[in-house]
């Protein structure tokens, strides 16, 4: 089992920047491939970026091509989204998510571990 808890939401103007972070419990997090995805009200969730087992491969949608990275440090069993030059229609509860295998994929059915979500706010 993974549990994963998210932090560093919060309200931020447009143009700012963020650092999430995804702590993981779990001897075997390192094995596992890491995503972050976003939920916008009245909207389907949506991949923000993916990292593998090993941080050698990351992915990004292209809505977060140039402004966010992702990273892990396995020894801390965490992952990380830096977010610069924010959006207001970046606005949307960020999920960590985690899947069994080291390989990172973009749809959600994909994962099998799920944080609660941080909110985040982007002000024009």
């Known amino acids: 089992q993974v549990q994963l808890v998210e932090s560093g939401g919060g309200l931020v103007q447009a143009g700012g920047s963020l650092r999430l972070s995804c702590a993981a419990s779990?001897?075997?997090?390192?094995?596992?491939?890491t995503g972050w995805f976003r939920q916008a009200p009245g909207k389907e969730r949506e991949f923000v970026a993916g990292?593998?087992?090993?941080?050698?491969?990351?992915y990004y949608a292209d809505s977060s091509k140039g402004r966010f990275t992702i990273s892990r440090d396995n020894a801390k069993n965490t992952v990380y989204l830096q977010m610069n030059g924010l959006k207001p229609e970046d606005t949307a509860v960020y999920f960590c998510?985690?899947?069994?295998?080291?390989?990172?994929?973009?749809?959600?059915?994909?994962?099998?571990?799920w944080g609660q979500g941080t909110q985040v706010t982007v002000s024009s």
């Open positions: 779990g001897r075997t997090f390192s094995s596992r491939a």
């Open positions: 998510a985690a899947r069994i295998s080291g390989v990172v994929v973009t749809t959600e059915g994909g994962y099998d571990y």
């Open positions: 990292i593998s087992s090993t941080g050698r491969s990351t």
